[in-house]
Structures are given as structure tokens and as C-alpha cells.
């Protein structure tokens, strides 16, 4: 097996399939693309009512479900690209509610990683496996339902049976899965053991063939016949509707009772499972101010039984006591090296209380918070001294209490994931884990070596004891952010930069303690015998499997997760291993977890998919911006600095040109050739990918850039996709707001614009708007309020910007539009419709405000490459 190197986050499994005898390995290309969908490229323009923000849409086939932000029924326009705006004089319906927004239904968590997980070989079926013929009498398949769970999206809802097409690597094909994906309705629960297969372990599902007379039912994965020990025996196949599992494309087998001796989880477990503050002290007036501010408001956020510890770090650490309620009391211990067994031993079964729930010690908390004072020493923040190795270690110590062994074997635990919660303003530069203050240090490569690798032992050590860690920095000053990811990504946490202490930071400080999270997860994933999964991106590491449960021929591809968190998804990347003979193909995701309640669960979600010989059919099902995410993943897995970023771009073009040749049309007397009209939307996506903040320049500090890869990587679909591509949306009289296309033609001077673009968030104010009086005011307080709800759901939380026209800072909203100003008039207007109605003296005052940037519009990129742009319906 050949590993793909490491990337800066999650890991990526490369699974060559074993040799198929008369046929040729398939050869994996570079970074295997994945498909887009077809539709309309400017679809007919929404007006967003502020009480009804629609989610992204994904074209379907009857498939999703509306919870997915997949719409049944006429298409709705997508958000991530030019949808054809509305005309800015159509009559707008006032908001019942001002400025209401529905937040979009949270997706599944993208899950990145860089570490190469080995697919199972294909299963070999022996000649038990039966072939079931399909009597209307006996089988179920003719009533199930065509359904789509929400935790598991396609690049498309059609699968290609020839190899050939099918593993194009520039359109190739896959899905993003998520684990703990909003659902509605949520999925049937089931207290009792599932029957699985007895050859291949594949569960029983929607889609089996049921013998309703015996009980039998026949595997989709192995077509192995099994039986069901009298459960699913009836006298038709209209009682079986009644068996959640055979009815619904998602269920949750939930097992309440504790199997682990020794183990009792406490009293309430979903809000008991403590969360320590690791704080640094070595910060300046202005922030320590902000930062106080934060702290306060987090404490006031926390529910009365949320268990708090406080730890402090700079030279020393400092453990607070919350037995003392009249002043901030705290044990002190040297920071320059690791805790001893000793010196925690004294700390843990002394007399002082490090863990508290809220009820009982709010007071102290605000007392403990109101004690801490800024830095006084003369020296740059780069070279104060941080032991933030010890720090985080004494923080997992608390946490842990004392051992088994002290208690005679007895050990109570709270329910889920702990928390460690690290609140940095500077580099660790002091005890374990530490860099020196100066990149000039003579062996400053060799000490950041061992730092590394210390980081990302202590993130698996606290894995191990279902502790998360998560990292949030803000301020100034650098703080080397390649020797903190690994203890973050370790641990399943997440590293977060902030230009300060203020709202963003105290916003995420809040969601970061209380978004659920499960613990001790496995993903199976099992595909039909014609397909397997070449890549996994995503938090999660090759899982070593020691399982009782014995399959003859069990070929799943297991994955253990870091963390189980509705903010996280995989994309898994699959190509098929032959020409595919039947009519459908078949695949399984079993999430396994232990959840905040002490129940273990097994969540498993059971897709089929047709297969068809028609390239053109295949097409029109592919889904554009689940594909285009999937792609940029695949993308973004290899850029790890500044110069793979710009590799990365060249490959983009290359897929584009690749795509065009594959399955484009040539365009009469010309040697050109024009773009499949079926994946209209692909190339505006990626178009926006290669120059926006993921692969482009518009972020100054490779740590930033370094930090949005990871996070893109990890993250789920909506945030994925509007990192990828921003959603534009104009404020219009009445409290209503339009989506337009995410093009600089979009700033007209008497409108306010709002871009959400994933982990920012920008308000644009009009000059002509702004001038007159009260109402610029009231749009932008509107714009801000939209904003607000747009991302109050979304982890990280966005910073929020707002700026006028023609102030320095509205460069940040204006490098993030496509430039269109420079087009030919009929291209302008084949995606603002409404520019037809402006005079020439309009037209050229227009044109003279785009004064920010000179770059290459998507009409000149797709020209560039030789490639025409397909036509905008």
C-alpha cells in the first residue's frame, strides 16, 4: 500500500484495490477530482425574505430530503454561485418580522486528515451467496422509499457502469458523510441488537430482499441469504413496514446498559463532563481588557452544572482553588518541565477544589477573572516566557482525578468528550513542547522537530482519555502554529486564530465548551463489490479493529474518529474496480460511539444509487457544490505552505481543462472546446477556490492560511462550501434581501451588500446609501442583524465586518468578488439582467468605481485555458 504524505490535518487513505484477475489496477492520477452538478448556472433569483434564508441548494432527483438544504420540486438557486440576480426594481414583500433569518440546517462535519488509510480488499463471496429472484410477493425493494439520509451527500445520485468513464480522475466520484448531522425528522431508534450479515457483517436495511415467509433477508453488499431469528417473518410485505430498519434509510441502534466493569458514569452525565480554562497571563492592557470581558461572559453562559477548572500559565503554572469564595487562591508548580507523578499526587488529594460545578462557584470564577493582570516586565510578547506543555498537562491531570488504582478500581467518569479549552496570546517558548523566542536560533529546526512530535504525543495521550483540546489564539503576536496544530488535531480539537479577544473570540469560547461531542468512535464503511473508496479526508486516523464479532468475509474499511461533533464530516473519494453489470450499486456507513449519555450507539445509513450507461444522464445527476467541496478537499489535503498552494492552482486549471476535453462538446469550426453545459456551476466554484483565501494571496500570514486549511478540511458541508465559494446578499427597502451573484457588480452605491464567506462574514455600505440620513443606519443594523443569524449555529463563529464604500478596509470584501467589470457588456448582463436597463453614463460611472483590484475575470481565466465558458441560461 502506498501512503500519500502527511498534510497538516485529518489523514487521507490512498486504497489501491488488489488485482483483479484479467484486469488492470486502476491507476489513481493526481488528486482524483470529483463530479459537479448540472443545472442552470444562473438560476431564476430568490428574493430572501429576512425571516426565510434559504440553505444551499443541491440539484436533486427526488432524492434529499429538505433538511439536507436539498430541495424537492422545482430547483431552488444555488447559493454558492451567480444565480441570475432579480431585477433591482421587482416589487419586494415586507418582512412580517424584521430581518428574521432561518439558520441553515448544520451539515456534517468535513472531516481532513493526512495520514493514508489502507482500504479492505474486496470481498470474495463464496457460493452461499444466493440470488434472490425479485417476486412482488417477496420482496420489499418494490415499496421502498427513494430517500436520502442528511448525514451522507453524493457528488452524484447516478453511478457510471463503465471503469473507464467512471474514474476519470478530474470528475470523479464520492461523498461527504457526517456523523452527527442534524436530521429531520431524526432517525428511529432501535433498543435492540441489529442483524448483519454473517458473511461480509453489513447490516439489514431498506433495501434487502425479504423472504416475508421464512424471515430471511439477503445481504445488498454480499448477496449472502441470512436469517432473521423469526423477526422479520409475516404473512405480506406490508407488515415489514412496520421494522424501522427496513422502512427508513437511517436508524440508531442504542445499547443504555454500562458494559464496562468498573466504570459508573455520574449522575446527569450531559452537562457534567468538566471543561478547564487554560489561560495565558502574559498579555498586555488592551487585550487582558477584552479578554476579562469574554471570560465573564463565558462563565454566564455555562449551565449551573458544567464543572469548571481555571488554569493560568506564563513562567509557572497556576491551578485556582475554588474553596476559597473571599479571594483567587491558587497552587503553584514550576513550568520548565513537566509535572511529576509527586507533585500531582499532592495537588489531586490535597484540600483544595479544582473542578467546580457553576452553581456552587460562580462568584469565584468572576473573582478569579477580575485577579488576573497584564504583563509588566519590558519584553516583546514573542519572547515572554509560556510553558503551555505543562500547563495543558496539569490540566489533563485534573481532570482525570485520581487513578484506578487509588480508588480500589473504581473510577467514575462523566459522559462524553472533557474538554480542555487553551486561551493563547504568544508561542510556547518555555518547558516541554517549546520553540525558541527567535527563528535566528542556530538549532531552532531541531528543537521545533522535538516540539512537534511532544505536541501531537500529548493531543493522542489525552485522545486516549477522551479529553479534546481545543486552541484559541488571538492578538498580534505569532504563535507558531505549526508546533500547536498537532496538539489540537491529536485530540480531535481544532486551532482557531483571532485578530483579538473581542466578540469572535468570546463567541467561539462559547460554542467551543458547549457543542456536544460522543466519544470512543469507529466509522464502517461498506460498498457494493464493484466499487471501494480510494481516499478519506477527515479526523479521524487507520483504526486497528480487536473485535469479538467474526464475519467470514468482512472487507469494511474502519475509521476511528477523533471526535464525534455535528461540525465534522469525512469525504471519501471512490472509484469503481470493473464495469459495473447491475442495474444499482449499494453502500453502508455505520457511525459507532459512545454519546454524552453513556448509551453506545450504532448509526447506520444504507444509500442505493442506479447505475446507467448514458454519460449525459450521468451528468445532469451530478451535485455541483457537494462535488466542487469535494474537490477542493482533495485540493487542499496537498497544500501545506505557500508553495504547494500555487501548484495547487495550476492543478485546478488543469482539472478544468481536463473536464472540458473529457466531456465537453467542440464547438463548430473551431478547435475549441466548450464546457459541459451539465456542470455549468463546477467551474465558478473553483474558480473562486484558486483565488479566494484557501489557495489565492488575500491572506497575509502563512499561519492564517495554514489555520483556514485545517479548519476547511475538518468542516461540514456549509461551511465548506461558503469557504469555498462566498453568498452575496443585498439589503433591499422593506427589510427583504436579494442574492446575487458573488461578482463586483454587485456594489451599487445605494445598496448594502452582506458576504458570507464561511469564516468571515462582511457588510458593504454603499456611498449614496450611507448618505442619506437614517437610512444607511437602518440597512446596515439589518445587514449585521442577518448576519448574525446566518452564523449563529456555525463553529468557528465568523468575525463580522462592516465597512463604506471607498474606505481601505472595503478591499477585504472587494478581493473576495469575482471581477466582472471588465467583461463585454453581454456578459455582464447575462448575469445581471437588470445592467440592461442602465444608460451609457450609468454604465461608466459604474465601470469607474472598480478601482481596487486588476484581476483576470472568470471569463478571461476560462479563455486563458482555451476553454469557452458554458453559456448561462
Keep these: 500500500m502506498e501512503k500519500r504524505p502527511e498534510s497538516s490535518v485529518g489523514f487521507s487513505v490512498t486504497i489501491p484495490p488488489p488485482p483483479q484477475q484479467g484486469t488492470q489496477s486502476p491507476v489513481c492520477s493526481p488528486p482524483p477530482p470529483f463530479p459537479s452538478s448540472a443545472g442552470p448556472i444562473f438560476p431564476p433569483p430568490p428574493i430572501v425574505q429576512p425571516n426565510q434564508i434559504p440553505s444551499p441548494s443541491i440539484k436533486t432527483l427526488n432524492l434529499p430530503s429538505p433538511a439536507n438544504g436539498v430541495r424537492t420540486g422545482s430547483p431552488a438557486p444555488h447559493l454558492s454561485t451567480p444565480p441570475g440576480p432579480p431585477v433591482f426594481s421587482s416589487p419586494l414583500q415586507p418582512a412580517s418580522v424584521p430581518f428574521r433569518t432561518s439558520p441553515a440546517t448544520p451539515q456534517p462535519v468535513a472531516y481532513s486528515s493526512a495520514s493514508s488509510l489502507p482500504t479492505s480488499s474486496p470481498p470474495q463471496f463464496s457460493n452461499e451467496s444466493v440470488e434472490l429472484h425479485h417476486q412482488s410477493s417477496d420482496a420489499t425493494e418494490d415499496w421502498t422509499p427513494v430517500t436520502e439520509s442528511p448525514n451522507v451527500l453524493f457528488s452524484a445520485h447516478k453511478v457510471l457502469k463503465q471503469k473507464k468513464l467512471a474514474n476519470i480522475p478530474s470528475l470523479g466520484f464520492g461523498a461527504l458523510v457526517s456523523s452527527g448531522r442534524e436530521m429531520s425528522p431524526g432517525p428511529q431508534m432501535i433498543q435492540r441488537d441489529p442483524h448483519r450479515c454473517h458473511n461480509c457483517g453489513a447490516y439489514a436495511n431498506l433495501y434487502c430482499n425479504i423472504l416475508p415467509g421464512s424471515g430471511q433477508w439477503q445481504c445488498v453488499i454480499c448477496r449472502n441469504l441470512n436469517g432473521s431469528e423469526g423477526e422479520y417473518v409475516a404473512s405480506n410485505k406490508e407488515e415489514l413496514r412496520n421494522v424501522p430498519e427496513l422502512s427508513l434509510p437511517s436508524v440508531d441502534y442504542v445499547q443504555t446498559g454500562n458494559k464496562r466493569p468498573g466504570f459508573f458514569p455520574v449522575s446527569d452525565s450531559r452537562v457534567s463532563a468538566p471543561v478547564v480554562l487554560v489561560i495565558d497571563e502574559c498579555l498586555d492592557e488592551p487585550h487582558l481588557q477584552h ?55 499532592v495537588l489531586i488529594y490535597g484540600i483544595g477544589i479544582y473542578l467546580s460545578p457553576m452553581h456552587a462557584s460562580l462568584p469565584v470564577a ?27 498537562e496539569v490540566a489533563l491531570a485534573i481532570i482525570q482525578g485520581p487513578s484506578a488504582e487509588m480508588s480500589q478500581g473504581v473510577v467514575k467518569r462523566p459522559g462524553g468528550n472533557s474538554r480542555i479549552i487553551v ?5 510556547n517558548t518555555c518547558g516541554p513542547g517549546s520553540v525558541p523566542h527567535s527563528f535566528s536560533h542556530p538549532n531552532y529546526a531541531h528543537v521545533e522537530k522535538i516540539a512537534l512530535k511532544w ?23 505569532p504563535v507558531r502554529v505549526p508546533v500547536l496544530q498537532p496538539l489540537a488535531k491529536a485530540s480531535g480539537g481544532v486551532l482557531i486564530l483571532h485578530d483579538d479577544f473581542g466578540e469572535a473570540f468570546g463567541v467561539n469560547l462559547q460554542r467551543a465548551s458547549g457543542r456536544a461531542a460522543g466519544s470512543h468512535g469507529l466509522l464502517e464503511i461498506r460498498c457494493s463489490e464493484d466499487i471501494f473508496v480510494s481516499q478519506v479526508v477527515g479526523p479521524g486516523e487507520e483504526a486497528h479493529v480487536d473485535s469479538n464479532e467474526n464475519f467470514r468475509n468482512d472487507n469494511a474499511l474502519v475509521i476511528q474518529m477523533l471526535s464525534i461533533e455535528e461540525t465534522q464530516s469525512f469525504a471519501l473519494s471512490m472509484e469503481t474496480k470493473r464495469d459495473i453489470k447491475r442495474d444499482f450499486v449499494y453502500f453502508q456507513f455505520a457511525f459507532k460511539f459512545s454519546d454524552v449519555y453513556q448509551s453506545d450507539i450504532t448509526r447506520v445509513i444504507s444509500v442505493r444509487l442506479p447505475t446507467v450507461d448514458s454519460v449525459s444522464s ?13 474537490i477542493a478537499k482533495r485540493t487542499l489535503l496537498r497544500a501545506k505552505n505557500a508553495n ?49 483565501p484557501l489557495l489565492g494571496s488575500i491572506l497575509g500570514h502563512e499561519d492564517e492560511r495554514s489555520v483556514l486549511r485545517n ?48 469564516t468571515d462574514v462582511f457588510i458593504w455600505l454603499g456611498a449614496e446609501l ?47 468578488l469575482i471581477p466582472a467589470h471588465k467583461d463585454p457588456p453581454y456578459e455582464q448582463e447575462a448575469r445581471f439582467p437588470q445592467l440592461r436597463s442602465l444608460t451609457s453614463e450609468q454604465r461608466t460611472e459604474l465601470k469607474s468605481s472598480f478601482l481596487y483590484f486588476d484581476d483576470p475575470s472568470f471569463c478571461e481565466w476560462m479563455r486563458s485555458l482555451k476553454v469557452l465558458p458554458p453559456e448561462p441560461s
Design 291 to 345: 479578554f476579562q470581558s469574554s471570560l465573564h461572559a463565558f462563565v454566564d453562559s455555562l449551565p449551573p452544572t458544567t464543572r469548571l477548572g481555571i488554569v493560568t500559565y506564563g513562567r509557572t503554572v497556576s491551578v485556582y482553588d475554588f474553596s476559597e469564595k473571599s479571594i483567587a487562591s491558587a497552587d503553584v508548580l514550576p513550568g520548565n518541565k513537566s509535572p511529576d507523578q509527586e507533585s500531582l499526587k
Design 366 to 392: 468572576h473573582s478569579i477573572f477580575s485577579s488576573l493582570r497584564p504583563y509588566k516586565l519590558d519584553i516583546a510578547e514573542a519572547s515572554r516566557d509560556r510553558c503551555l506543555g505543562t500547563a495543558v
Design 423 to 427: 486561551c493563547a496570546g504568544g508561542p
Design 455 to 477: 505536541m501531537e504525543t500529548l493531543g493522542r495521550e489525552a485522545f486516549r482519555k477522551n479529553t479534546v483540546i481545543d486552541i484559541l489564539c488571538a492578538g498580534t503576536c
Design 618 to 630: 450521468y451528468l445532469q445527476s451530478v451535485q455541483d457544490e457537494v462535488a466542487a467541496v469535494l
Design 644 to 692: 504547494d498552494a500555487l501548484d495547487m492552482r495550476a492543478t485546478v486549471d488543469e482539472r478544468i481543462k481536463d473536464i472540458t476535453s473529457k466531456f465537453g462538446s467542440q464547438m463548430p469550426k473551431s478547435k475549441l472546446y466548450q464546457f459541459p453545459r451539465e456542470l455549468s456551476l463546477l467551474p465558478e466554484i473553483l474558480f473562486h477556490l484558486r483565488r479566494g
Design 711 to 758: 479548519v476547511f478540511l475538518n468542516a461540514e458541508f456549509d461551511l465548506s462550501l461558503r469557504m469555498v465559494a462566498p453568498r452575496c446578499l443585498m439589503h433591499r427597502q422593506g427589510g427583504t434581501f436579494e442574492e446575487l451573484p458573488a461578482y463586483d457588480l454587485a456594489m451599487q452605491s445605494d445598496a448594502a451588500v452582506v458576504l458570507d464567506h464561511g
Design 770 to 816: 450611507d448618505a442619506q440620513e437614517g437610512k444607511g443606519a437602518a440597512a446596515l443594523a439589518a445587514c449585521r442583524t442577518l448576519a448574525e443569524e446566518l452564523t449563529e449555529m456555525r463553529f468557528p463563529a465568523p468575525r463580522i465586518l462592516a465597512f463604506k464604500e471607498g474606505s481601505s478596509q472595503a478591499r477585504y470584501f472587494v478581493s473576495r
